[in-house]
């Protein structure tokens, strides 16, 4: 016996397209879809028909036609004949190395910040609340060139540092000198050294390591393990038998001892820069553009930052506190197991999103003249070349993928700590 | 047994509390000094700020207002026995330069012309900000703005704008008269076609005869005289009012339960939010012109307001977005049992909490945008920081650092500040939970 009846079968109207919804949302896309390929098309178009006209066939062998420029602040080999691909991953290096001093320079003058400006001393939070107004609401791009034309105008040139009676002199012991060139200090060298460890071999992305860091850095993590095991092995004698044994010099014994007998080993000392002639010679040369930037920079992002670290402190509710105050917590203990676990779930994904906005503000470096990415691939190669669409392009997925990694990252840490719920 | 139990009858008079609690000293103690290290801190906090306002106020009250040139202000402040950097301003500059850095090159007899578009900007913003201390009529002064403002500042004859604005009033009528004979969706698509075919086929020929006829009109003032504020002030107005709707629209579509939609939203969205501005702006200065028909070549201010508008309205979306994620699920499906369609649910329902609740959202976008119109600088207009190196780099001027570069990090400020305490003046006004 059937008491369902079959729905009632309607012949297929073309007027069902736009009134009926089962069919509606398909029409749209259909529509969209043919805009939008209409759009693109018509691009491509006129691209096709614009470069034809001027000449111009899209190709990327100009990557590896010689650059023909001196970029002066580089972290590996470059001369003025190596390539123009070569030349972007100096600026790519460049845009790294800025961005990932800003970011810890910002996340300390941020933290420390956001914490005094929650502080219960009233001068001392109002200070705070003036520096951070003052950066955030004045474009950082001023706050690059001010800082560059502070650097130019007011510190001394290497010439002062002259003669019998300099009008300036070297800081911290002769080692330090600070210059409108910008900053001479002491490099690190090894009179033994290991060497180096070619990557890369011929191409034009081939870049050293020095395997005295490495083994360095090995040392490092190596101690900081053994450290850690015997942290883990204090906690179980503290859990089985109630008396923590004292481990402090043990910890920092595994760490420190191991790194100084390497140290020693490779013949460590210091290399300290020498006024010659007009200028500074030796030492590790960071110039003033990369200074500049890098503050400003800092300065900055750290006022956004510390905004981030407040609202993260204040979201956590007093109840937190005191009902860990209640279990006999002391504040330390309170700050590291109650307050900061949670703050940080709420501090991290916004402080994540500064750091990807320090990394694209780094761009503006072009107008101190620190070649970064921008300044060599989207700036003198860009200019030399003609190649606007290919440089521009290439610029910009450098960028995304730049943009797209951090933000897998904050991805990936924003599933692991999100509060599993019903 | 004698009574020896003694009980108060009348209430002692109040005491005054402890000279050391309430007024200035009790909160002195409480702000100030309430721990050893609190007290420590306030004394270094207020060593530094003697130490900033000891030398930064002498600076400021330095008698060099008329010097012509940087040597002139040092020999004013030499004969005074002040010497060095931190001597004393030079505010000659702003006095010799402010004009220039209100508006750049544009010609001195036309400069009331920019002055009366920002009264009128003002009025027309009055309305939106703040509605109820405004009369109601002054909305439609808000409405022909956007066609007044081009054509103050641009020059040109009055047809044009003119003409645009009855395109506007062309389609209004043509979907009335649609809508009230047939469905919505085919009024709204006759109404743009009715204005389409106006702008691009009857316009230009109609505005070209009357201004034949009457030229009514102002000087055209070139795009690469303007500079300054008035170009950053242009850029910003326009990029922040066009930002908000586009952003809203991009905020539905990545919302949208149409995928093909959502995922072009998603991948313009994307893309704009993972480069930074400047590259955009490379675009707009060297490449806008290869993606458009060949011979287009429109206005460098106008391909930066394009690519400033798009950038912002990338970050609207996802601020919106959060807007729209903030609300409970209730609302969607309140506003869908009460029987509204798409389009009256967002208007009525969604769209008003969704926006308070981003407003902080939203006007730090605006915010950020302003900030971000100094950019243009990089690729060779005379904004103010643009300004600033080309008279640092005149002869009069050479080495001049702190007032320039303070005097325009202060309009910034007053213009960002003022923006950011309106939102919170707005959030406290629309607040309506406990």
Redesign the interface.
């Known amino acids: 016996m059937t008491t369902l009846t079959d729905p009632p079968t309607e012949s297929f109207r073309l007027s069902m397209l736009i009134y009926d919804t089962r069919y509606r949302s398909i029409t749209f896309q259909i529509i969209a879809l043919i805009g939008f390929l209409t759009l693109i098309g018509w691009l491509v178009n006129n691209t096709a028909q614009n470069l034809s006209d001027l000449g111009k066939e899209p190709s990327f062998r100009f990557m590896t036609e010689p650059a023909g420029y001196d970029i002066n602040q580089r972290l590996i080999d470059y001369t003025s004949q190596s390539t123009h691909l070569r030349a972007a991953f100096v600026g790519l290096l460049n845009t790294l190395l800025v961005a990932v001093m800003g970011c810890a320079l910002a996340t300390i003058i941020g933290v420390v910040v956001g914490v005094l400006r929650l502080s219960k001393n009233w001068i001392v939070a109002k200070i705070m609340t003036i520096y951070v107004e003052m950066f955030r609401n004045v474009p950082v791009l001023l706050w690059i060139v001010l800082a560059m034309a502070i650097m130019i105008e007011t510190l001394p040139s290497p010439r002062e540092f002259k003669g019998d009676e300099p009008t300036a002199s070297m800081i911290l012991g002769d080692t330090v000198a600070i210059t409108n060139r910008g900053i001479y200090t002491p490099e690190p060298l090894f009179s033994r050294s290991l060497g180096d460890v070619h990557l890369f071999g011929q191409s034009s992305l081939n870049f050293n390591i020095s395997i005295d860091l490495l083994v360095l850095l090995a040392v490092l993590i190596g101690g900081i393990y053994v450290s850690r095991q015997i942290k883990h092995r204090a906690d179980k004698i503290q859990e089985t038998t109630g008396e923590r044994p004292t481990t402090w010099y043990l910890r920092l014994g595994v760490v420190a001892v191991p790194i100084i007998i390497v140290l020693v080993a490779l013949g460590f000392h210091l290399g300290y820069p020498e006024l010659k002639g007009f200028n500074f010679k030796g030492g590790t040369h960071m110039r003033n553009s990369l200074i500049a930037l890098w503050l400003a920079l800092s300065l900055y992002t750290a006022s956004f930052i510390a905004e981030v670290v407040r609202g993260g402190i204040l979201a956590i509710s007093h109840g937190q506190t005191e009902a860990a105050g209640a279990l006999g917590l002391r504040p330390g203990k309170i700050m590291n197991l109650v307050v900061l676990p949670q703050a940080l779930r709420i501090i991290i994904p916004p402080l994540i999103s500064q750091y990807l906005n320090l990394t694209k503000n780094s761009s503006l470096a072009i107008a101190v003249g620190y070649m970064d990415i921008t300044g060599t691939l989207g700036g003198i190669t860009l200019n030399q070349t003609g190649r606007e669409l290919e440089t521009l392009l290439l610029l910009m997925l450098t960028y995304l993928i730049i943009s797209l990694s951090i933000s897998l990252v904050m991805n990936w840490y924003n599933e692991r700590v999100k509060l599993v719920e019903r | 047994m004698a009574d020896v139990s003694f009980v108060r009858t009348e209430m002692l008079p109040e005491r005054a509390p402890p000279a050391t609690a309430v007024g200035i000293i009790g909160w002195m103690r409480a702000?100030?000094f309430?721990s050893a290290l609190?007290s420590i801190?306030?004394l270094i906090?207020?060593a530094?700020?003697l130490l900033v306002l000891g030398s930064l106020v002498p600076w400021l009250l330095s008698p060099t207002w008329n010097a012509v040139s940087l040597t002139e202000c040092r020999s004013i402040l030499h004969d005074l026995g002040r010497e060095g950097?931190l001597g004393g301003a030079c505010w000659g500059v702003i006095r010799d330069r402010w004009v220039q850095l209100m508006f750049g090159f544009y010609p001195s007899s036309e400069y009331w012309r920019p002055v009366v578009t920002f009264f009128m900007l003002a009025l027309a913003l009055a309305p939106i900000l703040f509605a109820e201390h405004t009369p109601k009529k002054l909305i439609w002064f808000t409405a022909i703005f956007p066609f007044l403002m081009p054509w103050l500042l641009w020059g040109g004859t009055v047809w044009s704008p003119l003409g645009a604005l009855v395109g506007f009033i062309i389609a209004y009528f043509v979907y009335k008269a649609v809508a009230a004979a047939m469905s919505e969706?085919l009024a709204m698509i006759a109404g743009l076609v009715a204005a389409i075919i106006w702008w691009m086929l009857l316009m230009g020929p109609i505005a070209g005869a009357l201004s034949s006829i009457m030229p009514f009109g102002f000087e055209p003032v070139q795009s690469r005289n303007f500079g300054g504020f008035l170009l950053s002030i242009t850029i910003g107005v326009v990029a922040i009012g066009f930002s908000l709707p586009i952003g809203i629209v991009l905020a539905l579509g990545r919302q949208s339960?149409?995928?093909?939609?959502k995922y072009?939203c998603v991948g313009f969205i994307?893309?704009i939010?993972?480069?930074?501005?400047?590259?955009l702006l490379?675009?707009a200065s060297?490449?806008l012109?290869?993606?458009?028909?060949?011979g287009t070549n429109f206005d460098i201010i106008l391909r930066v307001i394009i690519m400033a508008t798009l950038f912002s309205s990338a970050y609207m979306a996802e601020t919106i977005r959060g807007g729209l994620a903030a609300l409970p699920t209730g609302q969607y499906e309140g506003a869908d049992s009460l029987g509204l369609n798409y389009w009256q649910s967002q208007r009525l329902i969604i769209m008003p909490q969704a926006l308070k609740i981003s407003i902080p959202g939203i006007v730090g976008n605006f915010?950020g945008l302003f900030?971000?119109t100094?950019?243009v600088?990089?690729i060779g207009l005379l904004d103010p920081?643009g300004l600033?190196?080309a008279i640092?780099a005149d002869t009069a001027w050479n080495?001049v650092?702190w007032e320039l570069?303070g005097f325009?990090?202060f309009m910034?400020?007053v213009f960002?500040?003022s923006m950011?305490r309106y939102s919170m003046y707005l959030e406290r006004k629309l607040k309506t939970g406990h």
């Open positions: 702000n100030l309430s609190n801190l306030t906090a207020l530094f700020v950097h969706a339960d149409l995928p093909l939609v072009i994307e893309f939010r993972g480069v930074p501005l400047i590259t490379f675009v060297t490449l012109n290869i993606f458009l028909p060949p915010i900030k971000d100094t950019l600088s990089i920081i600033s190196t640092r080495g650092v570069y325009i990090a910034f400020f960002c500040f950011s």
